[in-house]
């Protein structure tokens, strides 16, 4: 009975590469989350999607940044062009309804941007 | 505008019941209050949730005032597992999950 389940684990990216980071939600659920967390500070919500819908992406970066959830696969965050400010911790959850606060996270994604 | 307000940090001895309050003055009659926690490095974990009723659970008790505006986590029997930050949200329909800065708790052995 797997959870939410992240991978890579840890990405290192030079500055101007593409990190895709993947995430698979757990099993029946079809609502996905992404949130980032920048060394020492507080988790923020970035976007949700559900199958192949992206519901909100008010806390997208406008540039660079990109998210999907296919109807067949994991949800995919894509960053272009990474800098060294992307460098974050990026957590993954799914529910398995909408407007339900009982989210499970994943372990997470530690992205180093050199 | 914060919706809850925990103190910065709580120390707890190992074994005690750990009594993580939060304000949340403003909360309307809709609103649920959720509780998570992040153990260093982890991802979050949902512990507990409630609306204005007493929650238990295997891992907590949620204690509501009966006017909504705090509420209290309780975890009874204290581990050092335990040494986590605890989040207190309040949350409605169609609202997302927005994490503040919660309460950093130590377990002291």
């Known amino acids: 009975n797997a959870g939410v389940m992240q991978n890579p684990r840890h990405l290192v990216r030079r500055r101007g590469q593409e990190a895709r980071l993947r995430c698979s939600p757990m099993k029946g659920h079809s609502h996905v989350y992404w949130y980032r967390q920048l060394p020492e500070e507080g988790l923020k919500f970035m976007v949700y999607l559900q199958k192949e819908n992206i519901i909100d992406e008010s806390g997208m970066p406008k540039e660079r940044f990109s998210a999907e959830f296919p109807k067949e696969g994991p949800s995919i965050l894509r960053i272009q062009q990474v800098v060294r400010g992307d460098s974050a911790a990026y957590f993954c959850?799914?529910?398995?309804?909408?407007?339900?606060?009982?989210?499970?996270f994943g372990e997470g994604s530690r992205l180093t941007v050199l | 505008d914060a919706k809850t307000t925990q103190p910065t940090s709580m120390d707890c001895a190992e074994g005690r019941a750990a009594n993580l309050p939060c304000n949340h003055s403003t909360i309307s009659g809709n609103e649920y209050v959720y509780w998570y926690r992040q153990i260093h490095s982890q991802g979050p974990q949902y512990i507990i949730h409630?609306?204005?009723n007493n929650e238990t659970n295997e891992m907590a008790s949620l204690i509501i005032t009966e006017d909504r505006k705090s509420s209290t986590l309780i975890l009874p029997h204290a581990t050092l597992r335990d040494t986590a930050v605890y989040y207190c949200?309040?949350?409605?329909?169609?609202?997302?999950?927005?994490f503040g800065t919660g309460t950093r708790l130590t377990i002291i052995p």
């Open positions: 959850a799914s529910s398995l309804a909408r407007n339900t606060g009982e989210l499970f």
């Open positions: 949200i309040v949350l409605g329909g169609n609202e997302k999950l927005t």
């Open positions: 409630g609306l204005k």
